[in-house]
């Protein structure tokens, strides 16, 4: 399907490329794809709240969206390397990938365990784009990061589940037709392991909205689509199971490596924006007699961020390509995240500051990505919550929590 793609941006599918030069054709690919839809068009959507369905139809139909779906089931079976490079062009654009990213991981969940029936069912429509899989729902109110103590129940009855809770921040359900949910099976204090007792769940939104399941939108300080929502006695089949009763925390964290490397691949290219614009305004903008970009206190800040996102970039190459061989990738991920979501927000403040006064204009679009970008030292995982993880499985040093 991506060779399809390539084709359709003139560039001639080769058996024989290696795979440097394919992700270099994708990329290529996508910034053509991305350049339809310009900053305008993504301030627009800023302003009006609005949801990019243009975009994320062209971008699904494009099968960049599904390229971490084997092909047997209508992807592209490409792995996180060349997903990261995707999502890294999506937003050295100046689009917003939080629209759609998950498209991308939160079928994992369904690819590594769900049944062969459901995967028949739902692999191929998700990446024909006739199903959208974009919302996973794990944060609750009172229970934040401490996600093993989730409250939001789900009891069996005779033929399925009853589902009963809040969940919070859940994004792009609005505009998804499942949403993977994690829900508790087993109340904590009959559980041996804090990590068991939790089942994950597809749960058909459409058929769900208005019986027993209200959604209520945030408003919040980036366009990101997230909501709360109300469980009331809602009834689900019992085949909406995914994987086993009881081991969801599994199905949930099995995806998390993926989705941290994307995300941190989104922040490299949020950076990579930043240095772009900034290095272009300071190499343009005339302040006594002279570009400001001639003044050392203006252009080393800019070069230290490219350093520092240049890093970045290497952690996530080397964590995708853990991932994409089957070897142990969760300090590389993490470290990745970490590093590209603070190398992103520094390059953020440093293109504001290289603007002056102008990069408060919506005009000119910094501070939007600004807003943007800030996200990811907190969700999917916030810095503290990868420091922890660090110190006690790198270092080994006594768990702090
Ligand atoms: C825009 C947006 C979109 C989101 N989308 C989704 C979604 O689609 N699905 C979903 O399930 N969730 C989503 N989230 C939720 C997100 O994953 C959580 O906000 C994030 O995991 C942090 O949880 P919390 O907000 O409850 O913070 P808390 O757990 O309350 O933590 C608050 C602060 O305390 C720190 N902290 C907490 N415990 C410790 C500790 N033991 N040691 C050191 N520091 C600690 C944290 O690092 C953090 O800085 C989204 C959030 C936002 C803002």
Same mark, same amino acid.
């Given at each position: 399907m991506l060779g399809e793609i390539l084709v359709d941006v003139t560039l001639a599918e080769n058996p024989t490329q290696t795979r440097a030069e394919e992700i270099e054709h994708i990329r290529l690919a996508v910034r053509q794809l991305c350049a339809g839809y310009g900053e305008e068009y993504w301030l627009d959507m800023d302003r009006t709240l609005g949801y990019p369905t243009e975009f994320v139809a062209e971008l699904t139909q494009a099968g960049f969206l599904g390229v971490l779906i084997p092909e047997e089931y209508g992807? #592209?079976? =490409?792995g996180v390397l060349e997903a990261a490079a995707v999502m890294e062009e999506v937003c050295r #654009?100046?689009?917003?990938?939080g629209v759609c990213h998950a498209q991308m991981y939160v079928m994992g969940s369904v690819l590594r365990h769900g049944s062969d029936a459901q995967k028949k069912e739902f692999l191929p429509k998700i990446a024909a784009g006739e =199903?959208?899989?974009?919302s996973f729902g794990v944060t609750e109110p009172t229970t934040g990061t401490n996600t093993t103590s989730l409250k939001t129940t789900a009891k069996k009855t005779g033929d399925g589940y009853v589902i009963n809770g809040q969940k919070v921040w859940i994004s792009r359900i609005q505009h998804s037709d499942l949403m993977v949910l994690l829900a508790r099976t087993t109340d904590q204090d009959k559980v041996a392991k804090k990590t068991e007792g939790l089942s994950a769940f597809l749960i058909d939104v459409k058929a769900a909205e208005g019986n027993g399941l209200e959604i209520r939108p945030i408003e919040s300080m980036i366009n990101h689509h997230s909501c709360e929502l109300f469980f009331d006695d809602l009834e689900i089949p019992?085949?909406?199971? =995914?994987?086993e009763e009881g081991r969801g925390f599994k199905v949930v964290l099995d995806g998390m490596n993926a989705e941290r490397i994307l995300i941190a691949a989104e922040c490299v290219g949020d950076g990579r924006y930043f240095i772009d614009k900034a290095t272009a305004y300071a190499n343009e903008r005339n302040v006594f007699d002279r570009p400001i970009g001639m003044n050392q206190g203006v252009q080393f800040p800019i070069a230290r961020c490219y350093t520092e996102v240049e890093a970045a970039s290497l952690m996530v190459e080397k964590a995708a390509n853990l991932f994409d061989t089957g070897l142990p990738c969760g300090a590389e991920a993490n470290m990745a995240k970490m590093l590209a979501s603070e190398a992103s927000w520094k390059a953020g403040d440093v293109c504001m500051q290289t603007h002056?006064?102008?990069?408060?204009?919506?005009?000119?679009h910094i501070e939007r990505k600004f807003r943007e970008t800030r996200l990811y030292q907190i969700a999917p995982i916030s810095t503290n919550l990868i420091l922890s993880y660090v110190a006690e499985h790198v270092l080994g040093m006594p768990r702090s929590y």
């Open positions: 992807g #592209s079976g =490409l #654009s100046g689009a917003h990938a =199903l959208r899989l974009q019992a085949d909406n199971l =995914l994987g002056g006064g102008f990069a408060f204009a919506k005009e000119y």
